[in-house]
């Protein structure tokens, strides 16, 4: 790691390296005349988990706040390169739906945006949890919960993109390890290190090419411009459940995409959640009778969604035995293919 910062400081002469220590964060908050008289750090925390950035909350004995920095790499895995503008991506998403009165309500406040140091401040959405255990067994989401997401996608996707930057560089990431990565035979990640069995399982995906062509084909989709704001990356972990209700957060994958991307990750998720079918039915209607869609597209983006979370290196805590895995890969197959 310490050659890592050092070839950031080659790389980014006199911008600051944020440490996780008050001194550190100290100093940079009052090199960019932040602090009010008498501010000072009490305490710092980590908010919740998360692998690509650094971030932080500060409490000051005025007030408090989340600091996130991006640096050209994934934090939990520094030898793993990542586009730095995802910052500024994030900032400029956060100000493109600011006119929006519900999106504002569900969204934290960017309150400094620092694209020299690639550093955002937000406003703290204070104790929360993000719904990453609706892979747990037996958890269902409550309908008004899953209500309020949808409301929260058909708002978000009224955005006119047209003076949305392309985030190509974290387009490009992503589409690797969605519609490429786990479908390339020699990838090097060892499926039986996860779950016993599963590397196997996954040949069958692998070698069916009728199905990678089609993924790629939807790979290539995915890096078109669309004509709505697309969160990018619309998925449990995003959403927050904090004591102020819903909210939705982490918008750096966000791109002038289409409709069904967002939405059919969010089915695809909802499915390798083990949500009951009249929830996923009440989503898509819901979201019809704001704007049409293509089902079939949902369901395509939905299907590989699901094949790359489980055969790619992005891994969730999903409890599903290696039959529940092949029975959901399956459908997930169908939809794509059909
Ligand atoms: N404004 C906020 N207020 C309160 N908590 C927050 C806020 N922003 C982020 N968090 C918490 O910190 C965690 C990590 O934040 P975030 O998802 O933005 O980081 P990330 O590094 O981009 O994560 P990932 O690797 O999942 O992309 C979140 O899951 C959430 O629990
Ligand atoms: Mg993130």
């Known amino acids: 790691m310490d050659d890592k910062v050092k070839q950031f ?44 950035n650094f971030v932080i909350r500060v409490i000051t004995n005025q007030r408090r706040f989340i600091l996130k920095q991006a640096r050209p790499w994934v934090e939990k895995y520094p030898h793993i390169p990542a586009p730095i503008e995802r910052n500024a991506i994030e900032s400029a998403f956060y100000s493109t739906i600011s006119g929006n009165a519900l999106l504002l309500k569900h969204s934290p406040h960017i309150i400094y945006h620092d694209p020299a140091s690639f550093i955002i401040l937000m406003t703290d959405l ?22 309020s997401i949808t409301n929260y996608l058909t708002q978000l996707h009224k955005i006119s993109p047209a003076a949305f930057p392309d985030n190509w560089q974290m387009r490009l990431l992503n589409q690797e ?42 790979g290539d989709l995915y890096l078109e411009h669309g004509d ?32 069904e991307f967002d939405l059919g990750m969010m089915v695809g998720h909802l499915i390798m959640a083990l949500q009951p ?20 597209l949902v369901f395509q983006i939905a299907g590989v ?13 999903l409890p599903l035995s290696l039959h529940e895995k092949e029975v959901v890969m399956d459908q997930a197959v169908q939809w794509i293919t059909s």
């Not at 009249?278 to 089902?295: F, L, M």
């Not at 969604?305 to 805590?317: C, D, E, F, K, M």
Request: include cysteine.
């Open 9 to 52: 400081q080659k790389d980014f002469p006199g911008v600051y390296f944020i440490y996780p220590t008050a001194d550190s964060i100290g100093t940079y908050l009052k090199s960019i005349e932040y602090f009010q008289a008498g501010e000072h750090i009490i305490s710092l925390d980590k908010p919740g988990e998360g692998n690509m």
């Open 126 to 147: 204070g104790e929360s949890s993000d719904y990453l255990n609706l892979y747990e067994r037996g958890k269902t989401i409550e309908q008004d919960q899953l209500n």
């Open 177 to 218: 390890h969605i519609f490429k990565f786990p479908f390339r035979k020699d990838n090097g990640f060892d499926l039986n290190q996860v779950q016993q069995g599963l590397a196997p399982v996954a040949l069958k995906y692998i070698q069916n090419k009728p199905l990678v062509d089609r993924i790629t084909a939807l």
């Open 228 to 259: 709505v704001l697309c969160h990018g990356d619309f998925y449990p972990g995003c959403w927050l459940n904090t004591t102020d209700g819903l909210k939705i957060i982490d918008p750096e994958f966000s791109f002038p995409g289409f409709r």
């Open 277 to 296: 079918h009249e929830s996923i039915d009440q989503v898509i209607s819901a979201y019809k009778e704001v704007a049409p869609i293509s089902i079939e």
């Open 305 to 317: 969604s699901i094949l790359r979370r489980i055969l790619g290196v992005a891994q969730l805590p």
